[in-house]
């Protein structure tokens, strides 16, 4: 298995596009994560799926965003009407979630930097 | 609230300096995970290392070091003999445990830029 893999790496939308995003997570990991992350800062959570369940949503989350997981396999997250200050990296994580208390760690794909112009 | 600070914005040093990012966190839960993370240019994060809050042992792997102080809520990152290949951003993030479905997202600190020159 080559990692986490995302796709495109780079998208250039103008404003009030719709846009997708995909990540292939490492393909025993049940978990799967998106963060964003603008320049000069740390990623920042936005959503987490156990299998296709989407267990946590951030407030960062606005309705203009969507993601989904339909067969605990790959994720797509959605865009809608986007906005300047969508323009960031968009990177996603998978983990192997055992259970319980306790935490496996996450590997993150290269990201999908997003324009917005 | 759950937060991580790292102060030092970018760092500067010559090949075989050694270097410490320090890192400082807050959290309200007893059961938390400690990680760093290096972003070199191509983006991707590369995972360094993960502690949690139990277990306090210094750790060395080659040259790379962390001190995790809970006294001072601290997880200090050294490198020794600093080499150009080290140039990077590096996050330092916490996560805390839970049950059930909320668990293991990320919180990030802004990241510390380490260039080392030849």
């Not at chain 1, 969508?86 to 496996?104: E, Q």
């Not at chain 2, 059961?31 to 290392?49: N, R």
């Not at chain 2, 277990?55 to 070091?65: A, L, P, T």
């Amino acid at each position: 298995d080559t990692g986490v893999s995302q796709d495109p790496r780079h998208k250039i939308t103008k404003r009030g596009q719709n846009v997708t995003f995909r990540c292939d997570p490492i393909s025993e990991h049940n978990r799967l994560y998106w963060y964003r992350q603008t320049l000069g800062q740390g990623p920042e959570f936005l959503t987490y799926f156990q299998n296709e369940a989407q267990l946590e949503k951030s407030r960062l989350l606005s309705d203009r965003f969507s993601a989904e997981r339909p067969k605990g396999s790959f994720s797509t997250l959605e865009i809608q009407r986007t906005e300047q200050g969508d323009s960031a990296m968009y990177l996603c994580a998978s983990s192997l979630g055992t259970g319980g208390v306790g935490y496996t760690e996450a590997f993150f794909g290269q990201g999908t930097r997003l324009t917005v112009v | 609230a759950q937060k991580v600070t790292q102060a030092q914005t970018e760092i500067s040093v010559v090949e075989k300096e050694d270097v410490t990012l320090d890192c400082v966190y807050e959290t309200r839960d007893t059961t938390y995970y400690l990680f760093w993370y290096k972003q070199p240019p191509s983006g991707e994060l590369v995972f360094l290392i993960r502690r949690n809050s139990f277990d306090e042992q210094n750790e060395i792997s080659g040259r790379y070091s962390w001190n995790f102080q809970k006294s001072t809520s601290s997880f200090n990152f050294t490198i020794t003999a600093s080499q150009v290949v080290d140039s990077a951003v590096y996050f330092c993030a916490l996560s805390e445990a839970g049950y059930g479905g909320s668990q293991g997202n990320l919180i990030f600190g802004k990241g510390t830029k380490l260039s080392v020159k030849p």
